[in-house]
């Protein structure tokens, strides 16, 4: 990500007007991982970490944005971190959970599977492409296209949920979103045989 990218994001979160509750995906499927090993991909102000410390998780807090890695310091069981997603390999086989929401980097989509231990769980939720948005995107690449999400992780993983839906932005803008909840498979391993 460019100077261009951390300066844009700092004075976005010096305004902060996103919201500080976690998204209802979160809180309905964080429960589903085993461990408590999470990662929080483009973090923000920190709704999703600060949630997930809460329900006993330890979270590794990622963003460029040095405003919003300096407000999650000295908060227990949150350990934020200022990273450029170009550059930044995410650890192997590390996490229980990882969450990444409206931020959309494909490069990183085989490095997220790679660093989920086996069972390990990714929640996502990010806009699509659609002609009913009423907004669009600074950069097209910075939106899904439809299925996309289930035609990369459906190999390695297991989808659990993945609902396509016209909803509306935080400023209120009618967008078309998507989410995913997946579990990493070990090889051949069905759902029966991970829980038997």
């Known amino acids: 990500m460019s100077q261009y990218d951390k300066e844009r994001w700092n004075e976005k979160y010096k305004d902060n007007k ?7 995906l979160v809180k309905d499927y964080a429960k589903l991982a085993t461990g408590k090993q999470a990662l929080d991909i483009a973090c923000g102000m920190g709704r999703h970490s600060k949630y997930l410390a809460s329900i006993g998780f330890e979270v590794d807090a990622l963003d460029v944005s040095s405003v919003a890695i300096e407000s999650l310091q000295d908060i227990p069981h949150i350990h934020a971190k200022e990273v450029d997603f170009d550059t930044y390999t995410l650890p192997k086989d590390r996490y229980n959970l990882i969450v990444c929401t409206y931020f959309l980097e494909r490069r990183l989509f085989p490095q ?6 086996v069972g390990g769980i990714i929640i996502m ?4 492409h659609h002609e009913e948005n009423e907004r669009k995107a600074s950069n097209p690449a910075f939106m899904l296209n439809e299925g996309e999400l ?3 992780f ?8 993945i609902p396509e839906w016209l909803d509306r932005d935080y400023q209120g803008y009618k967008a078309m979103k998507t989410s995913m909840v997946a ?3 070990s ?3 069905t759902d029966e045989d ?3």
């Open 187 to 189: 090889g051949g391993m």
């Open 194 to 196: 991970f829980w038997a």
């Open 183 to 185: 579990r990493k498979k």
């Open 18 to 24: 996103i919201p500080n509750e976690p998204i209802k």
């Open 154 to 161: 459906d190999e390695k993983c297991e989808i659990l949920h």
């Open 112 to 117: 997220m599977i790679e660093a989920l231990k």
């Open 125 to 128: 939720e990010t806009f699509l």
């Open 150 to 152: 289930e035609t990369y």
